[in-house]
């Protein structure tokens, strides 16, 4: 089971980045996909949850309208889309995957375990 993040990189606050989260090992439709971060110094925060099977989405309060979260079946991938971002959206962004969820919200919150887990790619934004 493997699970690649990347798309990260420096950016200017107001730029925009798309991370990708590929997959492996595991019937990637079955699952949900969160994204995750971690800014130095702050907790990790759940951002973005989709269930594959059903496409339902959740957004953190803190980037919603700014992310958008989606996932490519045939691919066995996960995009994030960030747009306009801000200098506090600096942190290491990871995805991971559970099995399908009844709400998503609830996999974004930490009430669930996480099945697996990929390395982070970092996303710096500049002022």
């Known amino acids: 089971v493997q699970l690649q993040a990347s798309g990260g990189g420096l950016v200017q606050a107001g730029g925009s980045l798309r991370l990708s989260c590929t997959a492996s090992g595991f019937v990637f439709e079955d699952y949900a996909i969160g994204w995750f971060r971690r800014a130095p110094g702050k907790e990790r925060e759940g951002v973005s949850c989709?269930?594959?099977?059903?496409?339902?989405?959740f957004y953190a309060d803190s980037v919603k309208g700014r992310f958008t979260v989606s996932s490519d079946i045939a691919e066995n991938t996960s995009y994030l889309q960030i747009d306009s971002l801000k200098p506090e959206d600096t942190a290491v962004y990871y995805c991971a995957a559970h099995p399908r969820v009844a709400y998503v919200k609830a996999l974004c919150l930490g009430y669930y375990g996480m099945d697996y887990w990929g390395e982070g790619t970092q996303v710096t934004v500049s002022s």
């Open positions: 989709i269930n594959n099977s059903d496409g339902n989405r």
